[in-house]
């Protein structure tokens, strides 16, 4: 069964920085499209990005991210990381992470609340 993981949110000011990561379960990372999500209070969830190992690119789903989020991976760790910097009070949420695209079966982990105050 794949599972993915996300930690490392937590309280930051606006244009402070935070780093996340995502660890699987049931593979590896050798060739994989992961992607970030999340979803804020009130809010359905919505795709970030979506990372591609094989070639390293990135998929932004929204403007707002770009130049703001940078996503890598660490094939040895498993893991792959979401660095945000920049941060505004509307990326507050909870972060996932998941396959990309996820399926309508995936079962999605707790994810990592990120907060950002004003």
């Known amino acids: 069964e794949v599972q993915l993981q996300a930690s490392g949110g937590g309280s930051v000011q606006a244009g402070g920085s935070l780093r996340l990561s995502c660890a699987a379960s049931?593979?590896?990372?050798?060739?994989?499209?992961i992607g970030w999500f999340r979803q804020a209070p009130g809010k359905e969830r919505e795709g970030v990005l979506c990372?591609?190992?094989?070639?390293?690119?990135?998929?932004y789903q929204s403007d707002s991210m770009k130049g703001r989020f940078t996503t890598a991976g660490d094939n040895a760790k498993n893991a792959v990381y979401l660095q945000m910097n920049d941060l505004k009070p509307e990326d507050t949420a909870v972060y996932y992470c998941?396959?990309?695209?996820?399926?309508?079966?995936?079962?999605w982990g707790q994810g990592t609340l990120v907060t950002v105050s004003s």
């Open positions: 998941a396959p990309c695209p996820p399926g309508a079966n995936y079962e």
């Open positions: 049931g593979f590896t990372f050798d060739d994989y499209t």
């Open positions: 990372f591609a190992s094989g070639d390293g690119s990135t998929y």
